[in-house]
């Protein structure tokens, strides 16, 4: 079991910065594949961005590509999302997640997560 707490989000202008953290509890983090994903109003939850277990393979969706950066930070059972270059179309509840332990695929849907946070909101004012 891995329980995940979300943090950091809050409202920003267009063309400013936040940073997501996510903690994770549980000695088995190291192993997981961890992702993000966001949910804007009326909309599906969509990926955003993924890290293996050993943080070798990253993923971004194309909206994100070149302004978001993922990180895991595995002394302090964390993972980050670093955004810059905000948008308004970027406002939504950030959620993160964890898949399969030691694996070396890096899922880009919600289907291949098994643990999820209560999401953080993020809201970019134009």
């Known amino acids: 079991q891995v329980q995940l707490v979300e943090s950091g989000g809050g409202l920003v202008q267009d063309g400013g910065s936040l940073r997501l953290s996510c903690a994770a509890s549980?000695?088995?983090?190291?192993?997981?594949?961890m992702g993000w994903f966001r949910q804007a109003p009326g909309k599906e939850r969509e990926f955003v961005a993924a890290i293996s277990w050993s943080g070798d393979s990253i993923y971004y969706a194309d909206s994100v590509k070149g302004r978001f950066t993922i990180s895991r930070d595995n002394a302090k059972n964390t993972v980050y999302l670093q955004m810059n270059s905000l948008r308004p179309e970027d406002t939504a509840v950030y959620y993160c997640?964890?898949?399969?332990?030691?694996?070396?695929?890096?899922?880009?849907?919600?289907?291949?997560?098994?643990?999820w946070g209560r999401g953080t909101q993020v809201t970019v004012s134009s």
């Open positions: 997640a964890a898949g399969g332990t030691y694996s070396t695929v890096v899922p880009t849907t919600s289907l291949g997560y098994n643990y």
């Open positions: 549980g000695r088995t983090f190291i192993r997981h594949t």
